[in-house]
C-alpha cells in the first residue's frame, strides 16, 4: 500500500486534542472521515505529536496508507474538501517510503507559544493565546529559560500522568521574542525545541517563566525548581490556546522544505 505523509494545520478549540476518543471530536477523528470518503478501508492514521485539547498546529505531521496511488497534491485537494467545515487543512501530501513513521521517525519537534500581555481584551486571537495582564519582563523570563538548556531530569516540569519512559530530554532551543500587540500590549513569542517533550512540559515551562517575567519569581528560582525534580516546585500550568505544535523534522524533510 502507498504511504504519503500529511503536513496537517489546525485550529484546537473545538476538539478533545489530535488522539481519537469515544464520542468526543478529536483532529485524527477528522482527518480519518476525510480520508475513508476517499477510500472506505482506509486503515487509520498516526501523527507525530499528540496535541492536547485545545493545542492548535501549523506543522503538524501524520502518516497514511493508501490502496490507490494517489497523486500527492489531489490526494491533498480531495482531503481539505472532505474536511470542510472542520477547522483542519492538509498543507501538503508527500509520497514516502513504508519505513516512514510520522511519529518515529521524527528526529524533532518545535513548538510556539503566543503570551499577550494586554489590559483590553483581546479580540481577534481569543482563543488562540494566553492572555494576562500584568507588564512581564523578557530579559528576566531569557534569563530564566537559560537554566533549563540542555539534558536535564525535567520532572518537575511533566504531568503527573505523563507517560513517558524517562523524564530526562534534551531542551536544544528555547527563544524569547517579544513584539508589538496591535491596540496596544506586547506579544512574547517563545520558541522551543526537542527531539521530543513531556506531557505538558511546554506549558509548564511557559507558565514557570511567565512568574519570573511578571517578577513572583527571581531568574534563578527556575533553576532551583529544575533540580528538585518535584512537580510541586513548578509555576501555575499555562492554559493550552497559546501552544501550538509548530513543525517536525525528519532525517529527509518528505516535503521537500522544513515543515
Known amino acids: 500500500m502507498p504511504r504519503y505523509a500529511l503536513l496537517i494545520d489546525y485550529d484546537g478549540t473545538p476538539f478533545c486534542g489530535w488522539q481519537r476518543q469515544a464520542a468526543q471530536p478529536s483532529v485524527q477523528a477528522a482527518v480519518e472521515a476525510a480520508l475513508r470518503r476517499l477510500e472506505p478501508d482506509c486503515p487509520g492514521i498516526a501523527a507525530a505529536g499528540r496535541t492536547d485539547a ?10 497514511c496508507d493508501m ?63 494566553w492572555q494576562v495582564q500584568n507588564p512581564l519582563s523578557a530579559e528576566a523570563m531569557r534569563a530564566g529559560a537559560r537554566h533549563l538548556l540542555g539534558r536535564h531530569d525535567f520532572t518537575t516540569f511533566r504531568s503527573t500522568m505523563c507517560q513517558s519512559a524517562s523524564p530526562v530530554k534534551t531542551l536544544d532551543e528555547i527563544a524569547l521574542e517579544a513584539l508589538p500587540y496591535p491596540g496596544g500590549g506586547t506579544e512574547f513569542r517563545f520558541a522551543l525545541r526537542a527531539r521530543s517533550f513531556l506531557h505538558n512540559q511546554v506549558r509548564s515551562i511557559v507558565g514557570t517563566l511567565e512568574r519570573v517575567g511578571a517578577g513572583a519569581w527571581p531568574p534563578g528560582r527556575v533553576a532551583e525548581a529544575l533540580a528538585a525534580r518535584d512537580r510541586a516546585a513548578c509555576g501555575p500550568v499555562c492554559p493550552p490556546q497559546g501552544l501550538y505544535l509548530s513543525g517536525v523534522g525528519y532525517p529527509q524533510d518528505p516535503f521537500g522544505s522544513d515543515p
Open 67 to 129: 490502496a490507490r496511488d494517489w497523486d500527492p497534491f489531489r490526494l491533498s485537494e480531495a482531503l481539505n474538501f472532505h474536511l470542510k467545515p472542520a477547522p483542519v487543512a492538509v498543507l501538503a501530501a508527500a509520497r514516502v517510503d513504508e519505513e516512514f513513521h510520522a511519529r518515529f521517525s521524527a528526529v524533532e519537534r518545535r513548538y510556539l507559544f503566543r503570551l499577550v500581555q494586554r489590559r483590553a481584551p483581546v479580540t481577534h486571537d481569543r482563543g488562540r493565546v
Open 54 to 63: 485545545g493545542v492548535h498546529a501549523t506543522g503538524q505531521v501524520a502518516h
